[in-house]
């Protein structure tokens, strides 16, 4: 596998040659997500199920203690379990995006360090389109999970401690969390391919030509590839 390949982009910079606004990078990010919807959603269900085994262990393990305290260590620890999810799928998106990596199963290995590698690019070159992705996914998820969560638990239980809830009122919150995340992990794991600024992104689509305009303009040479050509 090339250095291109697996995301570290070469040995340019993370500056990278040309920047597109962070409004192009979203709406470019939705036509790849439409593009290779199959293979990313699939693995975006794999990725949310199993954060789901230790998100309900954190929350298992404050079910009936009392204090914010606690609850805020275990919402900690579901931040950076959904965070190793969110860079796994955004290895699977490079690969689909690129077309290097193949498609469905195959861009599942090393997935994860090709999106950790991908994410510090894409948070270094394009900080504003990073965080268009953050808060246009995490508005869709509170939109998806927080109705469903607040009726079941009540709003004291989502935003403090769990207060030892009903099973059947956790599951129904439970379920709204993966169904959310399964929802936009894909979303944002395509912002930081094209954040990212990746030479590759583009050569990996299928279609009419002209189907994805700006996806395609999203692939400048890195400063070493440039130079090589030169």
């Given at each position: 596998m090339t250095r291109e390949e697996d995301g570290s982009g070469g040995s340019g910079t993370?500056?990278?040659?040309?920047?597109?606004?962070?409004?192009?990078?979203?709406?470019?990010?939705l036509v790849l997500l439409r593009r290779h919807a199959g293979p990313a959603y699939a693995a975006a269900v794999v990725a949310t199920l199993v954060n789901t085994v230790p998100d309900i262990a954190r929350q298992v393990l404050v079910w009936d203690v009392p204090g914010h305290g606690p609850a805020l260590?275990?919402?900690?620890?579901?931040?950076?379990?959904?965070?190793?999810?969110?860079?796994w799928v955004t290895g699977v998106a490079l690969g689909l995006a690129t077309g290097a990596a193949g498609r469905g199963r195959r861009c599942w290995s090393g997935a994860l360090g090709r999106g950790a590698r991908t994410a510090w690019r894409a948070v270094r070159r394009a900080p504003a389109a990073v965080l268009a992705g953050v808060v246009g996914g995490g508005a869709l998820s509170a939109l998806l999970t927080l109705p469903a969560?607040?009726?079941?638990?009540?709003?004291?239980?989502?935003?403090?401690?769990?207060?030892?809830p009903a099973v059947g009122a956790f599951a129904v919150a439970a379920v709204s969390d993966v169904v959310a995340s399964a929802v936009t992990l894909p979303f944002l794991a395509?912002?930081?391919?094209?954040?990212?600024?990746?030479p590759g992104v583009g050569r990996g689509t299928h279609g009419p030509a002209g189907d994805v305009p700006s996806v395609t303009r999203f692939e400048p040479p890195v400063d070493g590839a440039r130079d090589r050509h030169e």
């Open positions: 993370a500056a990278g040659p040309a920047r597109r606004p962070a409004a192009e990078t979203v709406r470019a990010a260590a275990v919402d900690v620890i579901g931040v950076l379990t959904a965070t190793v999810a969110q860079l969560s607040v009726a079941a638990l009540g709003v004291d239980r989502v935003v403090g401690p769990l207060d030892a395509f912002v930081l391919v094209l954040a990212a600024g990746h």
